[in-house]
C-alpha cells in the first residue's frame, strides 16, 4: 500500500523553481534565504529535524533525481562524510565562504568595490552573469547580495548533485551545513530538558 502523499512531499518543485527564477532574474537569489533561516527556527521552537526530514526541497529534488529517476549509483557513501568532524569542518568552511560573501557585499555597500555580475561556483570560479536580469532601480549591495547568495546556493547544488550519482540520493544531507546546525540546536534543547 502506498503512502498518502502530503503537499510538502512537492516541495523538490521549489528548489527547481528557485534556480530558474534566479536564472533569468539574479534578484530572486533572496528568496534563498528561506532555506537558511526556516529550518533552524524549526528547530530552536519545535526542537527537531522536521523540516530536514520532511520540508527540505533541496533533499527531496535528490531523492526524487536519484531515487525514482535511478541518477544515483545508490552506493553506501565512505564513513567520513558523515562523520562529526567531517560535518563541523564542512560547516566552519562553508560559512567562511559565506562570511566572505557578506563582506564582498558590505564593500560595494560602501562604494570601495564595484558591482560584480558573476555567480561564484565551488568558491573558486567565477561564472559570468551579467545577462540575467536585475531591477536598476534597487541599489547596487541588493544586486551584489544576490549574485553571491546563488552563487552559495547553486555550489551547495552542484556538490549535493555530484555525490548523490556517486553514492546514495541524499548523501548531502549528511553533511549539510544547515542540517549540521539544526542537529546541533536539537541536540543542545534535548540537553536542556528536565528529566523525568
Known amino acids: 500500500m502506498k503512502a498518502k502523499k502530503h503537499w510538502y512531499d512537492y516541495l523538490w518543485l521549489w528548489s527547481?523553481?528557485?534556480?530558474?527564477?534566479g536564472f533569468f532574474n539574479i534578484l530572486f537569489a533572496w528568496l534563498g534565504l528561506?532555506?537558511?533561516f526556516l529550518p533552524l527556527i524549526f528547530s530552536i521552537f519545535g526542537g527537531n529535524k522536521f523540516f530536514c526530514n520532511n520540508l527540505c526541497g533541496r533533499g527531496q529534488l535528490f531523492a526524487v533525481l536519484g531515487g525514482k529517476l535511478k541518477w544515483s549509483r545508490n552506493k553506501v557513501p565512505p564513513r567520513w562524510m558523515a562523520h562529526k568532524g567531517f560535518r563541523y569542518g564542512f560547516l566552519v568552511f562553508f560559512f567562511a565562504m559565506f562570511f566572505v560573501m557578506l563582506y564582498q557585499t558590505y564593500l560595494v555597500a560602501a562604494g570601495a568595490a564595484?558591482?560584480?555580475?558573476?555567480?561564484?561556483?565551488?568558491?573558486?570560479?567565477?561564472?559570468?552573469?551579467?545577462?540575467?536580469?536585475?531591477?536598476?532601480?534597487?541599489?547596487?549591495?541588493?544586486?551584489?547580495?544576490?549574485?553571491?547568495?546563488?552563487g552559495v546556493m547553486l555550489t551547495s547544488l552542484v556538490i549535493g548533485l555530484v555525490v548523490m550519482a556517486l553514492y546514495r540520493p541524499r548523501t548531502w544531507c549528511s553533511f549539510c551545513p544547515i542540517g549540521t546546525m539544526t542537529q546541533g540546536i536539537c541536540q543542545c534543547k534535548a540537553r536542556g530538558k528536565p528529566h523525568p
Open 114 to 150: 564595484s558591482l560584480r555580475e558573476a555567480v561564484k561556483l565551488l568558491w573558486t570560479f567565477y561564472v559570468p552573469w551579467g545577462w540575467a536580469y536585475t531591477v536598476e532601480t534597487v541599489p547596487q549591495w541588493v544586486t551584489q547580495f544576490s549574485y553571491g547568495f546563488y
Open 16 to 21: 527547481i523553481l528557485f534556480f530558474a527564477l
Open 34 to 36: 528561506l532555506d537558511l
